[in-house]
């Protein structure tokens, strides 16, 4: 195995005072800001004598991680270290000026899965809008994109679909690390920004060849193959199919209990979608939906993720679930605000039209193309590593 990459966290720990002065710190983190030897960046931060950490901030699932998808996190005390841990997923969603009182500069640690749909992306904006707006200067440890920093797939998000799930005019698969992702989004913000960038990072690398240990950033991202089937298989969560949610494969395991998963596998294995077989599977949720009820459908394995484009696939599935079961397929209706889950994810209405209609998956891919250079232009300048080194 290549040298094992060094994350942003131990980077920065070899010389603190070189980035943070003797500014009083608040971190932004969960359970994989970690040092590469494993060591939790909050408690290498509270027993650094250079490093004066004085208010833990979590994201959606909480400091934790403990907390499932969309269920609000409150404020506590870390029983650790005293230091209080304020919530940025619940009433509040970015520090406010009580909340960085005594905190002189932010310090974010947390691993992305390099999707647009993952609202750590969206708590990282909000708190870079909050550093903005205090005048707080605010440090991004950076990290691995965990299924690679070379592709890019997907629609650039349509304005009038910017929510927490996506905010910001990118592709599903942005190709970019948690820092560059900041860079870009902070040219719209103006922060006083740093990114500590990796050493030994190359934007071919996927995570398993980082010699960096996989923990889960999510309660259902268990695992780097989860993340590389999640930019396409999350689209489930907007129609009346589960996403695995409840199971011990969530986003990978994909049914109903109205789908034959056997007629499924057969029409998505006979359409050769490169680097992705689906196998028939069963399986009960034990919560989200369907719970308690027995699904048939199929479960994504990935045979090249080179090859396995997981937005691509994902239409697919969605194109041969309606037409195999019209009666049955619903999309899920809209929320408070009149706009659909689907939508969200897609950043648009017009994936859910096109499918709707029938119109072939591959016309929809080509319609991509005319916001793709553009959005390439940005990333381009944003890119803080080579595909051939550092």
Not at 307 to 332: G, T, Y
């Amino acid at each position: 195995m290549s040298a094992m990459v060094k994350p942003g966290v131990d980077v920065l720990l070899q010389d603190p005072s070189k980035y943070l002065g003797s500014y009083s710190v608040g971190l932004i983190t969960n359970p994989t800001g970690i040092t590469g030897g494993l060591t939790p960046t909050i408690d290498a931060f509270h027993m650094h004598p250079d490093i004066g950490l004085k208010a833990i901030f979590g994201p959606e699932h909480g400091a934790m991680g403990d907390a499932q998808d969309a269920l609000p996190i409150g404020h506590y005390v870390d029983g650790a270290t005293g230091l209080p841990v304020q919530s940025l997923y619940g009433e509040v969603m970015k520090p406010t000026a009580e909340m960085l009182d005594g905190v002189e500069a932010l310090v974010f640690d947390i691993q992305d899965v390099g999707a647009r749909f993952y609202t750590y992306t969206s708590t990282l904006t909000y708190a870079l809008d909050s550093a903005s707006e205090h005048g707080v200067p605010f440090f991004v440890l950076d990290r691995p994109n965990p299924i690679n920093g070379v592709n890019v797939e997907g629609n650039i998000l349509e304005p009038g679909f910017a929510s927490f799930i996506g905010l910001h005019p990118i592709p599903i698969r942005h190709g970019l690390t948690i820092g560059e992702l900041a860079l870009l989004i902070n040219e719209g913000i103006g922060a006083e920004l740093e990114v500590v960038r990796m050493e030994g990072w190359r934007r071919g690398k996927w995570f398993d060849e980082t010699g960096l240990t996989w923990v889960q950033p999510s309660p259902n991202i268990s695992t780097l193959e989860t993340a590389t089937v999640y930019p396409g298989t999350c689209f489930f969560e907007g129609v009346n199919v589960s996403e695995g949610r409840g199971t011990t494969r969530p986003f990978e395991y994909i049914g109903a209990p109205w789908i034959d998963g056997r007629r499924w596998a057969e029409e998505l294995n006979g359409l050769g979608l490169g680097g992705g077989v689906f196998r028939t599977c069963h399986f009960i949720p034990y919560f989200s939906k369907y719970s308690g009820e027995r699904c048939g459908g199929v479960q994504v394995h990935v045979t090249n993720r080179k090859n396995f484009r997981p937005v691509e696939a994902a239409l697919h599935m969605l194109a041969s679930a309606i037409d195999l079961w019209p009666e049955d397929f619903e999309w899920l209706p809209p929320g408070r605000d009149g706009r659909r889950h689907f939508d969200l994810l897609a950043g648009t209405d017009r994936t859910r039209e096109s499918l709707s209609r029938g119109v072939l998956v591959e016309a929809m891919i080509n319609s991509w193309s005319d916001g793709l250079p553009a959005y390439e232009e940005r990333r381009e300048e944003c890119l803080l590593y080579s595909v051939g080194g550092d």
